[in-house]
């Protein structure tokens, strides 16, 4: 039996990637894998405003591509960054706060980035010949602790 390699420490790089298909269950199912990968890696500081803005995000992603979304995890230490892809090409329009924008149903998730995230942004990719579009919306959160203390990893 092949022995397991030693579990990365806190400050080396790595980097999840998990694509969920246009179903309302899918933003849940990322919520639930990001914070299983966060609470793995040491990251529980992080766990709550990551799982708000990721929810922010891969719920437009469902109600507004017309495909398949993709959400990617990146530990850079000391920032995670989480940046959510889709076949939408279309940048949402930022929501201007005024005293009506707290009433709003929709258009609230931009203004939450902008409160909770340490810094976040968006671009539209791709382009012709190939036919591929779409839009990446991103965030990053900085880790502001010490490095945790080490959790053996189980086997599975």
Known sequence: MTPFPPPLLFTEPWEYELRFPRDPRGPGIVRATLRAVLTAHGLRELVERASLLTSE?????????????????????????????????????????????????????????????????????????FGLCGKTLWFELSWGGPPPTPVPALAA
């Not at 979304?69 to 076949?87: F, N």
């Not at 930022?94 to 909770?116: H, M, Q, W, Y």
């Open 57 to 129: 995000l891969t719920t437009n992603s469902v109600r507004y591509s017309g495909n398949c979304a993709s959400v990617r995890l990146l530990w850079l230490h000391p920032v995670l960054r989480v940046s959510v892809s889709d076949a939408d090409p279309e940048l949402p329009e930022p929501l201007k706060p005024s005293a009506d924008s707290v009433e709003l149903e929709n258009g609230r998730g931009l203004f939450i980035l902008d409160v909770l995230a340490d810094r976040w942004g968006g671009c539209a990719i791709g382009e012709e010949p």
